[in-house]
């Protein structure tokens, strides 16, 4: 998504909120990574799942569409979901 002039430590900060909130409601999603540009307005919540429908089912649950709503004043357009394979995680 990106945030509109002005408003990226605004969705930022929102996010982190969601994405804490997020992680507490659905066990199953072990990592969430926010990246984030403040030069664009760009930032990406990563959601790595343990299955496909578990990710699947979270777009429609109502705090998802909740956190949506509540930032969509500070962002242009609407978030768009993606869908990728994690090939290899490299931890230390």
Sequence with gaps: M???????????AAYSEFAQAFQEAVPADRLIPITGDPASGLIRGIGVFTEKQIAADVYSMPFFAEFNDSISDLITGTPERSELDLIHLYQV
């Design 2 to 12: 990106h945030a509109k002039p002005g408003r990226y430590a605004d969705v930022l």
